[in-house]
């Protein structure tokens, strides 16, 4: 089953993204920002689908040098996943980013302390954890596969778009991942079009998604780049 991102309709309420999207996929994930910010497990709970959720990326920062910042961001991601432990969701989460070029192996290290914790919590809730890999982003971490080892052992939520326009996707493509986010783009920009409006060959990916099994989610701009990327995929 192919899953839509409420990304694709931030702009509208919970609610209605998740009637719009029931329309083509029972598979849902929930962009836990903005408009779709959850307090709670009802707006799920309610509605009869499989869900992951996407936890809040802006305002936190699981990889801060700041203890402070790092630890309320280790609480927002706990809260996030008691919420899917009650509709038994999988969890999204981003590796953090660091201010200054000469913090990155501080940052790194920090992330590390953050994945043990995170680990911790998501065994506590019975739930999976993963984490995403990031576009051409300044300062942030896991942009390319060399630095999977810092998230160990959390598996890795694959961005094919991101992996993309770092120019490394074939790579990405060949390590184990447990989760699968889909868009396109030309290689230049996280545009998040619709598949097959970029330059991105969808086959290989989604010879290596029906290889893990997994459900793959398209995050893209737009519902209609979500019923046409559903549409194209279905047919490779």
């Known amino acids: 089953m192919i899953g839509v991102s409420t990304f694709c309709l931030h702009q509208v309420p919970l609610g ?42 802006r305002g936190t920062n699981i990889a801060s040098l700041l203890e402070p910042i790092r630890k309320a961001s280790i609480e927002v991601m706990a809260q996030c996943m008691g919420i899917a ?47 995403e890999n990031m576009g051409d982003w300044e300062y942030f971490l896991l942009k390319t596969p060399d630095e999977l080892p810092i998230i160990r052992p959390a598996p890795l939520a694959l ?21 699968f986010h889909l868009h396109d783009n030309a ?24 290889k893990s099994g997994l459900d793959p989610i398209i995050e893209v701009e737009n519902f209609s780049a979500a019923t046409k990327s559903m549409a194209r995929l279905n047919a490779l």
Request: proline share 4%; hydrophobic share 40%; charged share 20%.
């Open 85 to 131: 432990a009650e509709v038994g969701a999988g969890v999204v989460i981003h590796p953090g980013y660091f201010a200054w070029a000469k913090e990155r192996e501080r940052a790194g290290q920090q992330l590390a302390r953050s994945i043990g914790e995170l680990t911790a919590i998501a065994e506590e809730h019975s739930i999976q954890y993963f984490i």
């Open 16 to 57: 209605d993204a998740q009637e719009q999207i029931s329309a083509i996929t029972d598979r849902i994930e929930v962009m836990d920002e903005g408009l779709h910010f959850l307090n709670s497990p009802e707006p799920l709970l309610s509605h009869d689908g499989y869900f992951s959720i996407h936890a809040p990326s």
């Open 159 to 179: 961005d094919v778009g991101h992996a993309y326009q770092m120019k490394c996707l074939d790579a990405f493509l060949s390590c184990p991942a447990g989760h």
């Open 187 to 210: 290689g230049d920009r996280d545009a998040h079009l619709a598949v097959g409006d970029g330059t991105i060959n969808f086959a290989p990916v989604m010879a290596a998604v029906r």
